[in-house]
């Protein structure tokens, strides 16, 4: 099967496309720098014949407002009526848990609109909504620092790592569309400002954490519901402390 995964050299799109071809499959990995641009529409046409899976893995190169709904628009229009032309069967996106509930955020609203495109294009589809990736952490981190200190709010987080993702991400690429959006989420629950004290104590960080329920994730206030998923979620097997040990330790 012709499978074509759009971002599948970023981090989970090329642990993704391992997988497949692992499995046998016919698989491009399509980014701007092999010639396939969803924002351009250049090079999909020839990208996507003969393809029956499309998975969208790509990300908004920024997070301004702005951008990101213009970048999840664009792309989403240009993709699937590429598809459509193609005579995929099944275009699969990933995206956020929570993103519905955290609409005050520009990202959400742009993951939001994208999930719209998809649902009236009348392509089978299934949408993944992932919790935050394990190694997004650091990300987290800088967006609430000021100084010495990350403002953090104490709501739960429940991460799944990445390689989890993409696992769970190959198994859909290779099921019937579920013309549904299913939850994937990592196996502990911990609170975001707790989990990133503990991360910045491992990476030998003096920074210090400071929960504050007000304070917001990505220009969105958070509450315990907001980032964790209670809809039966797959979950991940790899706890923060394999994480850790394996792929996040200090240089």
């Excluded at 099967?1 to 496309?17: A, E, Q, Y």
């Excluded at 351009?40 to 908004?60: I, P, Q, W």
């Excluded at 190694?135 to 390689?163: C, H, N, W």
């Amino acid at each position: 099967m012709k499978i074509v995964v759009i971002g599948g050299t970023g981090l989970i799109g090329s642990k993704t496309v391992e997988r497949l071809r692992k499995r046998g499959h016919e698989v491009i990995a399509a980014s701007p720098n092999s010639g396939v641009n969803t924002i351009t529409g250049e090079g999909l046409a020839e990208a996507l014949s003969g393809a029956e899976v499309v998975l969208d893995l790509a990300n908004s190169p920024s997070f301004e407002d702005k951008a990101v709904l213009e970048f999840f628009e664009t792309s989403g229009h240009n993709l699937l009526a590429a598809e459509k032309l193609a005579g995929v069967k099944h275009h699969i996106a990933l995206s956020v848990v929570g993103t519905d509930r955290l609409q005050e955020s520009g990202y959400f609203r742009g993951k939001l609109a994208q999930e719209k495109l998809i649902k009236a294009s009348g392509i089978p589809y299934t949408i993944v909504h992932s919790t935050q990736f394990m190694e997004f952490l650091a990300g987290i981190v800088k967006s609430g620092t000021v100084g010495q200190t990350v403002r953090l709010s104490p709501a739960y987080i429940q991460p799944i790592v990445s390689d989890d993702v993409a696992d769970v991400m190959a198994d859909v690429a290779l099921a019937s569309p579920a013309n549904a959006t299913i939850e994937i989420s990592g196996p502990e629950r911990a609170r975001l400002s707790e989990l990133v004290a503990r991360y910045l104590k491992a990476m030998k960080d003096p920074r210090t954490v400071e929960a504050d329920a007000e304070a917001k994730y990505f220009g969105a206030r958070l509450n315990d519901q907001s980032l964790v998923s209670d809809n039966d979620p797959r979950l991940g097997s790899i706890t923060f402390e394999q994480w850790f040990a394996k792929s996040a330790q200090p240089k």
